[in-house]
């Protein structure tokens, strides 16, 4: 016959395995709350770009942040609602604000004062695109008065590049759409963002290039808004599963991002 302390035991056994089995859920839906307060994760994305959203000749849509943040959403188990914006600076201000729960870009120290960034995702390069038939050659070309460096307003671009480029004038422009048509009024010589970007510029410009060389590297990393750090080892760990899957690298190639490396482990 079973002793009352052998039945308390397996009493104890009993309730310790319905714990452990039911945590994990508990706790996944505990972080979808953090990361997404309305029950969908908000993804903030921009046309235009590899690294936010482009779409293939099929009219699909393929991207970093916006393949990124698909994936999320179904590992967590809620819907996913994709907010446009014109410029990524709209993006990190709506992020700020807690209107938007997540997208990719870069981890600059400004933008860390009003968002929180993961480890990074992927690094890629900074340069220029010229047009067909351009008197600006090489990087050697571009600091001389006259010429007219075209940058996303509210960018790094429009942020650094003055104090690489003294003599160059540094003209914003609203979005790369709006970059394009710039070029098409001589409004602006060159444009400098990063390499994926530029990329996608120049297969809408026949014979523009992508001079040799970058002027720096872009951290890309996912952002969320302040007050949700206690989600980031949940994300970390996300990031360094796409890596190391090859998801990353598959989302590169749909998206047809072009300029990228590999991010260095923090």
Request: charged share 20%; hydrophobic share 40%.
């Amino acid at each position: 016959m079973r002793t009352s302390g052998h039945l308390a035991r397996t009493a104890l056994l009993a309730v310790a395995i319905i714990n452990l089995i039911g945590a994990p859920p508990a706790r996944a839906d505990g972080e979808a709350k953090l990361l997404a307060p309305s029950g969908t994760l908000r993804v903030g994305i921009y046309p235009g770009s590899p690294t936010s959203m482009v779409t293939d000749a099929a009219g699909k849509p393929h991207g970093l942040a916006y393949d990124l943040g698909g994936e999320l959403a179904k590992r967590l188990g809620i819907g996913v609602d994709y907010v446009r914006f014109q410029r990524v600076a709209d993006i990190v201000t709506a992020i700020h604000d807690g209107q938007i729960d997540f997208t990719v870009t870069n981890a600059t120290p400004a933008r860390a004062n009003e968002v929180t960034f993961t480890q990074p995702v992927l690094a890629i390069e900074l340069g220029f695109l010229v047009p067909a038939n351009s008197q600006v050659a090489t990087v050697e070309d571009i600091d001389k008065p006259g010429v007219k460096i075209g940058v996303t307003k509210g960018s790094t671009s429009e942020r650094t590049l003055p104090a690489k480029f003294k003599n160059a004038t540094i003209v914003p422009a609203e979005s790369v759409k709006v970059a394009i048509a710039m070029f098409g009024r001589a409004e602006i010589d060159l444009y400098a963002t990063n390499k994926p970007t530029l990329f996608e510029m120049s297969d809408q410009m026949p014979g523009a290039k992508i001079l040799d060389g970058n002027w720096g590297l872009e951290h890309m990393a996912i952002a969320i808004p302040k007050g949700r750090e206690d989600a980031l080892p949940l994300l970390n760990r996300f990031v360094t599963e796409e890596q190391s899957s090859g998801a990353l690298d598959t989302i590169q190639q749909q998206a047809g991002l072009r300029g990228a490396i590999k991010a260095k482990r923090e």
